[in-house]
DNA sequence: CCCGATCTCCTCCCCGGGGAGGAGGCTCAC
DNA sequence: GTGAGCCTCCTCCCCGGGGAGGAGATCGGG
């Protein structure tokens, strides 16, 4: 319908209740800089939209008929696609809350927030960062800030059955280097390369180097950024 | 010149005194189509501020604490956002032009240009075009007109220049599937995933897939799930 | 001393990926 | 209506990547 520079905040609509879409869909139409471009009604037809859209933010519910919106958010989530889920729904119950966040939204709030810090709250995930009603907030440290995972920890995965030089290697793919060009890199030969390459790709259970570099970036061996 | 009715030209000031992002708010406040989405004080906070807001212009001051402008650019410019820097400083200097143009910036003015020089150039930088002051202009092409570098190919980088359904093929190149196993996913035919693929190598200025995840997890189009 | 692991390098072979150069249909803007 | 994008699909062609199946060299430990 707009045009595909993705300049504004782009935003699937999703709820059961078309009253309810309407309304949220005249709050945010006000905002010059947030573009609702579908609407769903269940938790499939939302992941299926995503899937075909790729919104910048899902204002998601998650009481829904045929899948709800924890569910959603999970396969989502697990698709890797590049969309921020935004849960939005009338219960804040703790289990609603806990599963939404494990299933990978970035943010919970409940329907009577004000228009203001829904706009606000909708920037702030469609920015990468994550929104959280205080109250729930709350309630969430007071019963978990004890249990939180511990964010020094992210061990390697199966990394760990690679040699020195086929970690070395796989780095080098991860960086869009061809065979030839890790050759000249390391100072060996292509062929060598394409043994170390054929190596990584078997212990890992790779079928090309493309695989192997999403697993060196979601291992995190290597990192976006710099 | 013609595409103005559409959406507001977004705006990232960055300079060190408070003061004369004041002055230039206000004089692009008065744009209708201009739009200053925030306001940076060094390279550090333009750097993130772009990678989060991705303005459609940056304009940026070069003396400044912390990281200057021009690294600030070439780190914007690096990272692939399809984010345009328009340099404005008070001093011309050849050294700071240079660097700055090298860095990648889209343009560079004196901070004494006339309100309504500015706001055009904003709006020509936007529209992925370039602007440098007529005055250095001459001075630039008096020294370096005889080593231009070659204009065949450096193309615009960046993600925005995207179809829809080229970003959303992308991503799934990004997941590490082949293109039969895109085709299937999103029910259309090999070749036509390869076109796709192939016209987002192209307008990314990539060499193949591989590079193309490398991108997308750099920009941010995908993420890694920590 | 010999074994296993690692790093280096080779050839032969096949296939998927990517470029070139189309074409038809569709929608929207002018 | 005309044209510009976009999405869809095609053929022909080439090359880099990856598998198979080796081999020689080094080094540490049993």
């Known amino acids: 319908m707009t045009d595909r520079t993705a300049r504004p905040v782009r935003v699937l609509l999703v709820d059961d209740q078309?009253?309810?879409?309407?309304?949220?869909?005249?709050?945010?139409?006000?905002?010059?800089?947030?573009?609702?471009?579908?609407?769903?009604?269940?938790?499939?037809?939302?992941?299926?939209?995503?899937?075909?859209?790729?919104?910048?933010?899902?204002?998601?519910?998650i009481r829904m008929p045929r899948m709800d919106g924890v569910a959603a958010t999970r396969a989502i989530v697990d698709a890797r696609l590049p969309v921020r889920v935004l849960i939005l729904t009338t219960f804040d119950?703790?289990?609603?809350?806990?599963?939404?966040?494990?299933?990978?939204?970035?943010?919970?709030?409940?329907?009577?927030?004000?228009?203001?810090?829904?706009?606000?709250?909708?920037?702030?995930?469609?920015?990468?960062?994550?929104?959280?009603?205080?109250?729930?907030?709350?309630?969430?440290?007071?019963r978990f800030a004890d249990v939180l995972p511990d964010p020094s920890a992210t061990p390697p995965r199966s990394l760990a059955a690679l040699t020195e030089r086929e970690r070395e290697v796989l780095v080098q793919v991860?960086?869009?280097?061809?065979?030839?060009?890790?050759?000249a890199e390391l100072s060996v030969s292509e062929t060598t390369i394409k043994t170390h390459v054929g190596h990584v790709l078997t212990k890992l259970g790779l079928r090309d180097r493309v695989q192997a570099v999403v697993l060196a970036y979601e291992t995190g061996l290597v990192r976006p950024r710099g």
């Open 174 to 183: 991860a960086r869009g280097l061809s065979n030839s060009e890790i050759a």
């Open 18 to 61: 078309p009253l309810l879409r309407t309304g949220f869909r005249m709050v945010l139409g006000a905002e010059e800089d947030l573009d609702v471009v579908a609407e769903a009604g269940d938790g499939v037809e939302a992941v299926d939209l995503s899937r075909r859209l790729l919104p910048d933010v899902v204002l998601m519910d």
């Open 93 to 142: 119950l703790d289990e609603y809350v806990v599963g939404a966040l494990r299933a990978g939204a970035s943010g919970f709030l409940a329907k009577d927030v004000p228009a203001e810090d829904l706009v606000t709250a909708i920037r702030t995930v469609a920015a990468g960062e994550a929104v959280v009603a205080p109250r729930i907030l709350k309630r969430l440290l007071d």
